[in-house]
């Protein structure tokens, strides 16, 4: 499993909502996951999964993973999510990565990007790829569009069990982090 340094960083963001629902940003804190977030990220990442834009989150599995999980949370309330999966062999993959929908457009999908590429003992010269409708958000986080036929790994894993399966319409993004 990924080791990761038990870190907190804190965020501040400014409120740029045009609306009057008003969301204060500053005060959002990043870190890593603890069992007592798995409610909070099912409900999250389930939110997305009925609309097809991730795999359906399975309570057990996130049980098994939590250790990968990041989340940001704004007053206690948890607001994204995302997961970093070693598959050894310097590979690894973005999964899970949410926002919710009122705290879309505040660049925290980039933060808990770049956290897990910072925070996450990932060895220079690394593979990190996801499988993405947003392939536009990775690209500005100096991902490259690649072919899904990169990473037979995730289709041994996930994409076996995926409904989509047969007509994958998801963009592989991969970034190679920079030797230090
Ligand atoms: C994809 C997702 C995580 C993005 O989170 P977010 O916090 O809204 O992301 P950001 O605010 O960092 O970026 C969102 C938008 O802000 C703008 N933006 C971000 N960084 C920017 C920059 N440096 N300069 C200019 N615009 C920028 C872009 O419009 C960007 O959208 P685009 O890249 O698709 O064009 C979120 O929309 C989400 O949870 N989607 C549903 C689940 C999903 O699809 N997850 C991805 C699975 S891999």
Redesign the pocket.
């Known amino acids: 499993m990924t080791d990761m340094k038990n870190t907190e960083t804190s965020v501040s963001l400014l409120n740029n909502s045009s609306t009057d629902s008003k969301i204060t940003l500053d005060g959002i804190s990043i870190k890593r996951a603890s069992k007592s977030d798995i409610d909070s990220i099912f409900n999250l990442l389930h939110l997305?999964a009925e609309k097809g834009?991730?795999l359906p989150p399975n309570r057990a599995d996130l049980h098994q993973r939590i250790d990968t999980f990041i989340i940001a949370k704004l007053a206690d309330k948890l607001i994204?999510c995302a997961s970093l999966r070693n598959f050894e062999n310097n590979l690894f993959e973005?999964?899970s990565?949410?926002?919710s929908a009122e705290?879309?457009?505040?660049?925290?999908?980039?933060k808990l990007v770049n956290y897990l590429l910072k925070n996450f003992n990932i060895p220079s010269g690394s593979r990190v790829f996801?499988?993405?409708?947003?392939s536009?958000?990775f690209q500005?986080l100096g991902f490259k569009c690649v072919s899904k036929e990169l990473f037979p790994e995730k289709i041994w894993n996930d994409c076996d069990i995926c409904p989509k399966k047969e007509h994958c319409d998801e963009q592989a993004v991969m970034l190679i982090t920079p030797q230090t």
């Open positions: 997305y834009l991730l994204a973005i999964r990565l949410s926002v705290c879309a457009g505040k660049r925290i999908g980039s996801a499988l993405t409708y947003r536009n958000f500005r």
